[in-house]
Every structure is written in structure tokens, then in C-alpha cells.
């Protein structure tokens, strides 16, 4: 986990958890967003680069990944009753801007949810950010 995330309507900061493995050959990752608002929806994010971006577009959290970004719009998640979602991983078909690319070893992808959120009125937040370097 790295790059702190802001506080949302549940007093809490989202975060991911990673499960499986990073092990390019085993292609069996996936992330788990947690301490999302109850019955919320949102999509990963992904970039080979680190950044800071404070309350991008108006949004109340803090943008950190940077550069070339891909989305999981297939797999667009709803928190539900128990605050999270989990995005399984395809590490060999990680969207980026210009289609997806498979994760070489040695390379750092970074990862965070971007959101829906009502802190006070509706906007949307990021998760802290998540970075997996793949063998």
C-alpha cells in the first residue's frame, strides 16, 4: 500500500488487499477493495506510473497513479452490504490507454478504486493506492 486516501462518509479510508499471487505464470491476482461506503459502485484503475493528485475533478480523494491509465470497466463492482468488491487481476491483459499489455517481470503496476461517495454531497473518492511489482 502506498499514497494515503481520504477519509469517506463512513469515517473510514478505503483500501486494497491483494490475494493470490504475483507470480506472472500462476495469473492468479486479484484485489479486493475494503471499507468502501455500503452499496456503492466503482471500477479499478491501473498505471505503471506513481503520482499525486490531490481532489482531481472535483473528486475528494487523492489520485495516485499517474501517466498511461487503464480501467476495469468490465468489471465495474458494487460494495454492497459489507463494503467491498474484489477485481480479479488478468496479468495478461492489464488495460492500459492504448489496449491492454501483459505484466513483465520485474514490472510495478499500481492500482486503485475510484468510487462513488456522498461526504457530504455526492462525489467521488480513491482508494490508498496498491502496487504489485510481478516475478
Given at each position: 500500500?502506498?499514497c494515503?486516501?481520504v477519509?469517506?462518509s463512513t469515517?473510514?479510508v478505503?483500501?486494497?488487499i491483494g ?5 506472472i505464470a500462476?495469473n492468479?491476482l ?10 456503492t459502485t466503482?471500477?479499478m ?5 506513481e ?5 482531481p475533478?472535483?473528486?475528494?480523494g487523492n ?10 470497466l ?5 460494495s454492497?452490504?459489507?463494503?467491498s468488491?474484489t477485481t480479479?487481476?488478468d496479468v495478461?491483459a ?5 489496449g491492454a499489455v ?5 514490472e510495478?503496476f499500481?492500482?486503485?478504486?475510484w468510487?462513488r461517495d ?11 493506492g496498491y502496487?504489485?511489482?510481478f516475478q
Amino acid at each position: 500500500v502506498y499514497c494515503d486516501g481520504v477519509a469517506n462518509s463512513t469515517g473510514g479510508v478505503a483500501t486494497i488487499i491483494g490475494s493470490g499471487s504475483a507470480i506472472i505464470a500462476q495469473n492468479n491476482l486479484s484485489l479486493t477493495a475494503v471499507d468502501l461506503p455500503f452499496s456503492t459502485t466503482g471500477y479499478m484503475i491501473v498505471s505503471r506510473d506513481e503520482a499525486f493528485v490531490p481532489n482531481p475533478g472535483g473528486s475528494q480523494g487523492n489520485l495516485c497513479i499517474g501517466g498511461a491509465t487503464g480501467r476495469y470497466l468490465g468489471q465495474v463492482g458494487n460494495s454492497g452490504f459489507f463494503g467491498s468488491f474484489t477485481t480479479t487481476i488478468d496479468v495478461l491483459a492489464i488495460p492500459q490507454s492504448s489496449g491492454a499489455v501483459a505484466a513483465l517481470p520485474g514490472e510495478t503496476f499500481r492500482f486503485q478504486v475510484w468510487y462513488r461517495d456522498a461526504n457530504p454531497t455526492v462525489t467521488s473518492n480513491f482508494t490508498r493506492g496498491y502496487a504489485v511489482t510481478f516475478q
